[in-house]
């Protein structure tokens, strides 16, 4: 097995041990009202087929990588684990893998929240690109823009409207003053 290839096996291997355990490590969150559930269960579908395809087309291909694209894969693999860590922390009892209102729930604008209302998406965005990026596997990162990056988006939406009719003007005002998934460095108006 050549370099390239044992490199975009590991890569794989510990990508998806990485989000398997993600996906099912107890937090001890609180229990909320839950909407659009089906999302969870499409997004891991989704993302068991990125990593599929992605190693399925490095297998196809000629089994070399372009270690410069594979370098900024990586940066961006790496930027959206510590993204997602930082908001979860950021969220603690509030965080949830669901768009999930609790009647307790309080407005987070700390931290990272204090510059992406939605740092989450902005992670998973990163890292469902960045795989097959790593790799070398174009086609998957087509994909993954064509099939999870819309449905994240869609999911997004939902959740903004939740949390507007749970936070009511003082969610207005977060929207206006900062960015869904990407900072807006220069605001109008008082921080």
């Not at 050549?2 to 490590?25: D, Y």
């Not at 961006?76 to 999930?100: D, H, K, P, T």
């Not at 869609?154 to 869904?180: H, I, M, P, T």
């Not at 807006?184 to 008082?190: T, V």
Request: aromatic share 14%; hydrophobic share 55%.
């Amino acid at each position: 097995m050549s370099g390239a290839t044992c490199f975009a096996v590991a890569f794989l291997a510990v990508v998806g041990l990485q989000r398997l355990l993600e996906t099912f490590k107890r937090r001890g969150t609180i229990a909320g009202q839950q909407q659009m559930r089906w999302s969870f269960y499409a997004f891991f579908i989704l993302h068991a087929l990125i990593m599929a395809g992605a190693f399925v087309e490095f297998l196809l291909s000629d089994r070399t990588l372009r270690w410069p694209v594979t370098a900024v894969g990586l940066v961006m693999y790496v930027a959206s684990l510590l993204v997602r860590n930082v908001a979860i922390r950021a969220l603690g009892r509030f965080w949830s893998l669901q768009i999930e209102i609790r009647s307790q729930h309080e407005l987070v604008r700390e931290g990272i929240y204090n510059y992406v209302r939605h740092p989450a998406y902005l992670a998973i965005t990163l890292e469902v690109l960045s795989i097959p990026m790593t790799v070398n596997a174009w086609w998957t990162m087509a994909f993954a823009a064509a099939a999870y990056v819309p449905l994240l988006v869609w999911r997004l939406r939902v959740e903004e409207r939740a949390l507007v009719e749970k936070f009511g003007d003082s969610y207005r005002v977060y929207q206006r003053e900062v960015g869904a998934l990407w900072p807006r460095w220069f605001r109008s108006g008082p921080v």
